[in-house]
């Protein structure tokens, strides 16, 4: 074999290596491939560009989807954020990347046909405390109803996580894999509970770290609340300098830091823009960066590969 044709042979080998999408490659896929057809999906920091998401996803999962979502105020901050992006125009290079996002929207009960129905059990308000399990009761309640067409269940904590323990978030998980047990037809999201200052070394941290491991090993759908206001949109970690719901840390509030040094941005416009509700306990960059792991992981669902 002649030297070129060598040459060849090796850039072709390199090449399939590189480009396969097989490669272990998990940035922005939600860490582990798969739309949870059995596999694990994780929606975490690394899933908040939405300008990556294909159009089709997203029309796909507004068509597929009926989500039924209860929360406290916490919570709350991923419903701020996806009505910032539906609201937006965005910039040139990604208007239609957000004007696309809007969406059939309920604030109350069940609401038949629209894509969100928000506030959307009664009998609880979020996943509760130790244990707790009026949550469930409110969802089976509601998933027995006879004009029932929700298909996507999300429950989020409030200051529920941070005072738990073991077994209390183990009571959370054997229930949470019962309703899919019971209900094979409905997706239903676990959440981390959101930060609390109490750093890696806090109980928050144990317990959202149970939740991680859980989900990992037995192939559930996790939106991962303190994993996204863990980080800065330009990838900096703030959770082991103790950071808070607020994004404070022990140095300041990496929220505002970012803006500032990004004034001008996208994200530092649509956080800026008077369309952006209040973000309840935090900063609307916050919010904004949960808005947009939303639609990632509805797109994931939806089939997207993520890549």
């Not at 019971?182 to 890696?200: A, Q, R, S």
């Not at 803006?259 to 800026?272: K, T, V, Y």
Request: glycine share 10%; aromatic share 12%.
């Amino acid at each position: 074999m002649n030297v070129l044709k060598y040459f060849l042979l090796i850039f072709f080998l390199v090449f399939l290596f590189v480009c396969s999408p097989n490669a272990d490659d998990e940035t922005n896929n939600g860490n582990e491939n798969g739309s949870n057809n059995g596999e694990t999906l994780i929606i975490d920091h690394t899933c908040t560009d939405i300008t990556k998401i294909p159009e089709e996803w997203i029309d796909k999962a507004k068509e597929d989807f009926k989500i039924g979502y209860s929360h406290t105020s916490h919570g709350s901050q991923i419903v701020t954020g996806i009505s910032a992006l539906s609201l937006s125009s965005g910039s040139t290079k990604s208007k239609k990347a957000y004007s696309r996002i809007e969406f059939s929207y309920s604030g109350w009960g069940q609401a038949t046909g629209v894509f969100f129905a928000d506030y959307w059990a009664s009998g609880a308000d979020d996943l509760g405390h130790n244990g707790d399990l009026s949550w469930r009761d409110a969802t089976i309640t509601m998933l027995n109803m006879n004009n029932n067409d929700r298909n996507v269940v999300m429950w989020s904590w409030c200051g529920g996580a941070s005072d738990n323990n073991e077994s209390g978030i183990n009571v959370y998980l054997n229930a949470m894999n019962k309703l899919e047990t019971d209900y094979p037809d409905v997706k239903f999201i676990y959440m981390t509970g959101h930060l609390d200052g109490g750093g890696i070394n806090g109980n928050l941290h144990q317990r959202n770290e149970q939740i991680r491991t859980y989900c990992k090993d037995n192939d559930k759908i996790l939106f991962d609340f303190a994993d996204i206001e863990s980080y800065d949109p330009s990838g900096n970690y703030f959770l082991d300098k103790d950071a808070d719901d607020g994004c404070y840390y022990n140095g300041g509030n990496w929220a505002n830091e970012w803006i500032s040094a990004n004034a001008g941005s996208e994200l530092a416009n649509l956080a800026n823009a008077a369309n952006c509700g209040n973000c309840a306990h935090s900063h609307r960059l916050n919010c904004i960066m949960k808005g947009r792991a939303f639609w990632w992981m509805m797109a994931r669902l939806a089939g997207w590969d993520g890549q």
